[in-house]
């Protein structure tokens, strides 16, 4: 048999089998709870909702008599309830009606205050939960926000489930959570999000900002959000490493710090889409962070059908999240030569490895002053195999891309000050329709 048909067939064999390793796979839906019929109303176990009085053990007790008939649908109507932290279980439906709103007891009436920071809602190593309704879940969160800096305070967070399989979140409204609005983590699979309102002041608003006010963090496997009104003074969404088969679509995205990957990606991130997605005034738009010490592989993710208005940055992809030396924090000044000085370390499991990213069908105007985008890789682990494709921004300062390997722009109209489809970059392999830029 001729040489170079072997060697033709085993390099054919090598690319099949490579590239059935890395291609995403199909999406399924997650598997959604499945609750008891039967219901308990909380005012039958001696709720106010008076917006005076502490509901916390009747809304606890209607939730252990649930607990306690092998689960089902506890339900807040009418009525403003003010309420401590609840202790979930398994096979509940915690329904909060149209005409109620579920309020955190005030900062100086929170049990544990500032020493504990208890979260709200919370439960690990649970299944089917729901927490539905078209009523509001109220943090009170501003007396919360300015000890966001203070060392060794701690603040709640509203929502909160670690290690659980088959949640649901649906039409709630949650605003102004003293921490995080909802925290989803560890081995946790079968997540959804859907048709939430969530709500907080940007980190930024003049007269009164909120911090670390994420709207949506989930970490785990086989997650839905969708159709959901976002602006918070943090991340809009973030999920950690050991995180795959995510899909984000149908989202409005207002103030908040972006939808964000990590930044702590050890154990890995893979087939994870963003599409149908709209962001305005956000500040980051597009977000992948880590750096070394928190990294791991993040592979397989996919952006498109995505409009951006008036953001701070629309794509930012770096490795470069924690690195204390002060010439590469500002990223709006970052130039090619600065970043150029980076200097190599070893590859461990915890340096951040970016490869096959996807950008399609993504159009995107600016803060004034603002640049076009960033990939920032390590000069040990550049990011590699990103392709944008019709993707459009308009900006005063122009894309970077540095560290970079098998990026290529397709179609692409990026107008910034210094021209159209202007590229600074620094050791990147780029082209533009198919021709290499240096």
């Known amino acids: ?21 890395y291609a995403q796979t199909a999406y399924i839906a997650p598997e959604l709870p499945i609750i008891p019929g039967k219901t308990f109303v909380i005012k039958d176990f001696g709720a106010k909702g008076d917006d005076i009085t502490d509901d916390t053990r009747a809304i606890q007790t209607a939730i252990d008599s649930a607990i306690s008939a092998g689960g089902g649908k506890v339900i807040l109507t009418g009525g403003s309830f003010l309420c401590g932290p609840l202790h979930f279980s398994s096979n509940l439906n915690f329904c909060i009606d149209s005409g109620a709103v579920l309020k955190m007891l005030p900062k100086d009436q929170y049990p544990g205050g500032t020493d504990q920071g208890l979260d709200f809602i919370s439960g690990s190593k649970l299944h089917d939960i729901v927490i539905s309704g078209k009523g509001t879940i109220d943090g009170q969160g501003s007396p919360w926000w300015p000890f966001a800096k203070i060392e060794g ?34 081995k946790t699979t079968n997540v959804t ?14 007269v009164n900002p909120s911090h670390n006010t994420d709207a949506c963090d989930v970490t785990g496997k086989n997650i839905l959000i969708e159709d959901c009104d976002v602006s918070v003074g943090d991340d809009n969404y973030t999920c950690g490493g050991n995180t795959s088969d995510v899909m984000i679509r149908n989202n409005k995205y207002g103030y908040g ?16 889409t ?21 990294g791991g592989l993040v592979q397989n993710i996919t952006y498109k059908n995505i409009t951006m208005t008036n953001v701070g940055i629309p794509i930012l992809v770096y490795s470069v999240y924690e690195n204390k030396d002060r010439q590469f924090r500002d990223l709006k000044k970052l130039s ?13 499991e915890q340096t951040p490895i970016y490869k096959d990213i996807t950008f399609q069908n993504i159009t995107a105007t600016t803060q004034k002053g603002r640049r076009a985008g960033l990939i920032w890789g390590l ?20 894309f970077g891309i540095y560290f970079g390997k098998d990026i290529k722009l397709i179609n692409c109209i990026i107008r910034t000050k210094v021209g159209l489809n202007k590229i600074l970059t620094t050791n990147a392999n780029v082209s533009i329709d198919g021709k290499e830029i240096k």
């Not at 509203?158 to 560890?186: R, W, Y």
């Not at 090619?336 to 461990?348: H, Q």
Request: hydrophobic share 40%.
């Open 336 to 348: 090619p030569e600065v970043a150029a000085t980076l200097p190599a370390e070893t590859i461990t």
């Open 274 to 294: 963003v599409e149908n997605c709209t962001f305005t005034n956000t500040e980051s738009g597009i977000r992948i962070k880590s750096s070394r010490g928190r």
């Open 257 to 272: 710090h972006g939808l964000s990957i990590g930044s702590y990606t050890r154990g890995g991130v893979s087939n994870f």
């Open 153 to 186: 305070i701690k603040r709640p967070r509203m929502i909160t489930f670690k290690d659980c399989d088959k949640i649901l979140i649906e039409q709630v409204k949650l605003l102004n959570a003293p921490m995080f609005h909802i925290a989803i983590s560890g």
């Open 379 to 398: 000069p040990e682990a550049p990011i590699s195999n990103v392709v944008m494709q019709n993707v459009v921004i308009d900006s005063d300062d122009p």
């Open 1 to 21: 048999m001729n040489r170079n048909y072997i060697l033709n067939w085993l390099l054919v064999v090598f690319f099949v089998i490579n590239s059935s390793l």
């Open 193 to 206: 999000v859907r048709k939430v309102t969530i709500s907080a002041p940007a980190s930024d608003d003049p």
